[in-house]
């Protein structure tokens, strides 16, 4: 591992969104997602399932009467809202919303115990019997989140009341857990806390807080497993045991460094593999690198959706083997997608190579993004790739899909990992390495930051993803900065200019690197988006004989409310032509597309025949209307599709 190319993604607030594609998603969630969600949390939104989770803290603090309600895992859903809530303070500065968040935290403080321990449903229903189920019950998971919430809002104001409290938990974990003698050897079912002690580390810079992440990571998988020896301890039981996972669904039946593919709950695996990239760039670690990059290899080029989804399966919400990817069936987490991203930040910030990026990219336009809908009041759990209405309510190995998004869950990790993700948009966006600051998505706005070599500015004017133009001018450059600028592996043809004649460059990894700033420069990157056709490696079954349309990084699919019923009976010429039309009245301005197709005649079967001897069949021209597939859903339950025949 080269230490000298890590980078860093920049502060929040050394950019702006200024407009675009990125404001229009940051404004609806400070305007819209983050008050809808506190009630929620608060469980005043009429018609949804409960949430429970701010009546915990306040029985767990002493200040109602009650019962624990909910999942064991219930107080992640505030510790992510928080951290959602405080990124939107370094953007945009509220009053209100930080008074609101100062009287949470007191409720928060108020139920942590003398020694720091700090979990609603123990607390709640007998501290006798914490830390002894670490594989099911989720207490560190939940500590990593809420420390991570605690980070982002000392970060945001410099207000560290729950940050002391999160560190006194930390303490408590590390003086119970660890590999010295007399210590638990354990390590969470539900991983996240390791991700969570690498960002303590980099603002408190104590080792003991990377060491603690370190141990996290090597101890998975050791023998004697810990899970087991858990078990029988205290008469746990394994719920997976005689399942085809058994503890790989937690991934922990072998050592990290020695497994070879994804298994298991795909968000417990890719928030594991982020924290070994982050273990392993903090240590120099070239062996966990070496595992990062097999587990990277194996989840993006065996077993991703075109949209960015990961883990086919509903029995698990699991990763199963190369290549199975049913479209109907899909389970594909919204969460999962989430941690990809986390996980492709990781790895570029230690490569500074563009295919990190690239699939980052292709899960917050697609399998990201699909998760809410378009008010960002109704969420989606799973996002499959094809929809027909009547199967999800009359077969049951497809009622988890859902054909309209939910008000809230009961389970509810998803909505509040999205708001925490879309808020913190400018942390992606931006990575800066000694005196090279990289350009990694492209939105309208601004970035300041400092450089080694003195100051960088930009400001940024674009309409990406929907047209092809994105403008950089240098506002403020001194000494020997350099301005890395992603080029998207989707794109095939590109030009870039530099005050208006060919611009010189060198390009690296997929990026170009321009080494003679000068303020005042214009740039003008044109990164040309023909709509693409494309078809899925034929190891995947579902796929044959199918397509998919692209343009940019955005995936499309057809709905019923566009073009009517039997969706899957339409075809498409791979020589037909897109029309593209930038539709201002469509869900605030977007890009849809349009072309010709065929659909196949069903008149002439009857109802009652299942079979008959084939002949050649008949079809009729339709015109097709492609809407960007993160929109579906928005406009009623009705069929959906994103692989066509072809």
């Known amino acids: 591992m080269n230490k000298d190319i890590k980078a860093i993604p920049i502060p929040l607030t050394e950019s702006k969104i200024t407009g675009g594609f990125w404001q229009k998603m940051q404004d609806l969630v400070r305007t819209h997602i983050i008050p809808y969600q506190w009630e929620a949390l608060n469980d005043r939104i009429p018609g949804a399932e409960p949430s429970y989770c701010m009546h915990n803290f306040q029985v767990a603090a002493g200040r109602k009467e009650g019962k624990h309600g909910g999942w064991v895992f219930q107080d992640s859903d505030f510790a992510k809202w928080i951290e959602a809530a405080a990124y939107s303070l370094m953007w945009h500065p509220d009053v209100e919303l930080e008074k609101t968040l100062d009287e949470a935290i007191d409720d928060i403080v108020a139920a942590q115990q003398p020694d720091g321990y700090l979990n609603t449903y123990y607390i709640i229903t007998g501290l006798d019997k914490r830390f ?238 699909s998760g809410m809908s378009a008010d960002g009041k109704s969420f989606f759990y799973v996002n499959p790739l094809e929809v027909f209405p009547d199967a999800t309510k009359k077969d049951q190995l497809k009622t988890h899909v859902k054909t309209e998004r939910q008000k809230w869950f009961g389970c509810s990790c998803c909505p509040p990992n999205l708001a925490r993700l879309l808020a913190s948009f400018g942390a992606y966006a931006y990575s800066k390495n000694k005196d090279i600051l990289y350009l990694n998505l492209f939105s309208e706005g601004s970035v300041f930051t400092a450089l080694d070599s003195g100051n960088l500015g930009l400001e940024i004017i674009t309409n990406y993803p929907w047209d092809e133009e994105i403008k950089i001018k240098v506002t403020e450059k001194t000494n020997n900065s350099v301005l890395a600028i992603r080029i998207p592996g989707w794109c095939k043809s590109y030009s870039v200019k530099s005050n208006g004649t060919d611009a010189e460059y060198e390009l690296k990894d997929g990026y170009a690197y321009f080494k003679h700033l000068e303020a005042g420069q214009l740039i003008e990157l044109t990164l040309h988006m023909p709509v693409t056709i494309l078809e899925a490696n034929p190891r995947i079954r579902e796929d044959i004989g199918k397509v998919a349309v692209k343009r940019g990084p955005i995936v499309y699919c057809l709905e019923e409310v566009d073009n009517g019923k039997d969706l899957h009976s339409v075809y498409l010429p791979l020589d037909v032509d897109f029309t593209i039309e930038f539709d201002v009245d469509f869900f605030g301005g977007i890009v849809t597309l349009k072309s010709s197709g065929r659909k196949l005649i069903q008149d002439d079967w009857c109802p009652d025949e299942l079979y008959r001897e084939a002949v050649n069949p008949e079809f009729k021209d339709v015109s097709l209307k492609w809407i960007p597939y993160y929109l579906w859903a928005n406009r009623g339950e009705n069929e959906m599709i994103t692989w066509v025949n072809r």
């Open 132 to 369: 002894t189920n670490l594989m099911n019950e989720h207490e560190l998971y939940c500590l990593g989140h809420l420390l991570e919430g605690a980070i982002a809002y000392y970060q945001a104001t410099g207000k560290d009341k729950l940050l002391k409290a999160l560190i006194k938990y930390v303490d408590l974990i590390d003086s119970l857990m660890g590999p010295e003698d007399g210590k638990m050897r354990g390590y969470c079912g539900h991983q996240e806390i390791e991700l969570a002690l690498v960002k303590l580390y980099n603002i408190t810079k104590d080792e003991k807080h990377l060491d603690l992440a370190k141990y996290f990571i090597d101890e998975r998988g050791q023998q004697p497993l810990f899970f087991e020896e858990e078990c029988k301890k205290y008469g746990n039981t394994c719920y997976w045991e005689n399942s085809l996972f058994g503890f790989d669904y937690y991934q922990a039946d072998k050592p990290v460094r020695d497994q070879q593919y994804a298994i298991g709950h795909s968000v417990r695996a890719i928030y594991m593999y982020a924290g070994m990239a982050d273990v392993a760039r903090e240590t120099n670690d070239d062996t966990l690198m070496e595992a990062c990059l097999r587990l990277w290899n194996n989840t993006t080029c065996r077993q991703m959706y075109i949209t960015g989804g990961v883990g086919s399966s509903h029995f698990g919400e699991a990763f199963t083997f190369d290549y199975d990817l049913p479209n109907d069936t899909v389970y594909a987490e919204t969460c999962a997608s989430i941690a990809l991203a986390f996980f492709a930040q990781r790895m570029f910030n230690i490569e500074l190579k563009s295919e990190y990026i690239d699939v980052m990219e292709l899960c917050l336009y697609n399998g990201i993004i």
